[in-house]
């Protein structure tokens, strides 16, 4: 005869302990790698600096783009807001880690996973990882959240003969009254896990309805802006859109073609031809010449003045403006010189 098992509510939590360990081992990392294993990551003056990588995330950010944007104009803030985020990081990390105030740190870890999936979500030139993380994170936290820390973890030490409801919310104890409540809650979580899940998948890479993308696999700059005067000088004004965030663009030639397609004037732009009082800068990553060509990091967004290589006259009508990438990359704009 078959005999009807019960288990109590911690040893079923119990079971997900695999589930917070490893999600918070995901965040307590991020704060070692930026305090302890390079703190570069953490320092404004360097290359390493993690201001670089939050304004990679700007062109294709869903609803924070506002506040990215903000942030990358304002390095002070920038500075603040980066060195909180891993504070925060390292606190949610070592609370799912120790087990303590689990549920408390499980929201934060939530809502930390939806923050990097609104803002990198797009970002993985080989795969969709930084969705893939983010989505990761989000059901993880979820689950966390319903179940606490279970029989392996401090808030069980400490407080499991505590009957605070507000200790309860913040750390591990038994929320549900009944078997009912068990499923609503599981049926909500479950429900707002998917609904992200999905529409940042189509928004994001398009993966629910029309054709797979992956906007950080191939360079694009966009030329918003170009004015062109009769004796050649050019002004535009340029943005980095899409392509991998781990190495710029890198634009060889500026060519200048007129109606017919012929040639009119280039330029291969380089330290030695192009200055930094030539070039303004909007955002925290910045449009500089190299050696060889004007490299242009993923994220980045400036007017740069350029001048005749020799006396020209150009007469009135439709030119246009051709930027070429050292890969073979042609990015184009009419220009009318009236």
């Known amino acids: 005869m078959a005999t009807d098992k019960s288990f109590s509510f911690k040893s079923i939590s119990t079971l997900a302990t695999p589930i917070r360990l490893v999600l918070g081992w995901q965040f307590f990392s991020a704060f070692l790698r930026r305090v302890v294993n390079d703190p ?10 993690m201001g670089h990588a939050f304004n990679h995330f700007l062109p294709h950010a869903l609803f924070i783009k506002p506040m990215i944007e903000y942030l990358i104009t304002q390095p002070h803030l920038l500075y603040v807001f980066l060195v909180t985020f891993t504070i925060i990081e390292g606190l949610v990390g070592i609370g799912l880690l120790l087990g303590l105030f689990t549920r408390l740190s499980a929201i934060g870890a939530t809502l930390l996973s939806f923050g990097i999936l609104l803002g990198s979500g797009w970002l993985g030139s080989t795969c969709v990882d930084e969705w ?3 989505i990761a994170g989000i059901s993880s936290g979820l689950v966390i959240f319903s179940l606490g820390g279970g029989l392996f973890s401090l808030d069980n030490m400490f407080f499991k003969n505590k009957n605070s409801k507000l200790l ?10 009944n078997e009912s409540s068990f499923k609503t809650e599981a049926l909500i979580f479950s429900i707002i896990a998917m609904f992200i899940t999905l529409y940042t998948y189509q928004a994001l890479h398009g993966g629910l ?7 950080s696999k191939i360079p694009k700059i966009e030329i918003l802006n170009a004015h062109l005067k009769k004796n050649g000088e050019l002004n535009l004004t340029i943005y980095r859109t899409n392509g991998p965030d781990t ?4 634009i060889e030639e500026i060519a200048l073609l007129d109606e017919k397609g012929k040639v009119v004037e280039t330029i291969n732009p380089n330290n030695q031809n192009l200055f930094k009082n030539d070039i303004k800068n909007f955002y925290f990553n910045k449009i500089e010449p190299n050696k060889f060509s004007l490299v242009v990091p993923l994220g980045a967004k400036a007017t740069i003045n350029i001048k005749p290589t020799g006396n020209i006259s150009l007469k009135k009508g439709y030119y246009t403006l051709e930027l070429t990438d050292v890969s073979g990359l042609k990015w184009s704009k009419k220009i009318n010189l009236d």
């Open 247 to 250: 190495y710029g663009a890198f």
């Open 132 to 134: 893939q993380i983010g």
């Open 209 to 215: 309805y029309g054709k797979l993308y992956n906007l």
């Open 168 to 177: 309860a919310y913040l750390a591990s104890n038994n929320l549900k009254t």
């Open 40 to 49: 570069e990551k953490l320092d404004p003056n360097s290359p390493a600096f």
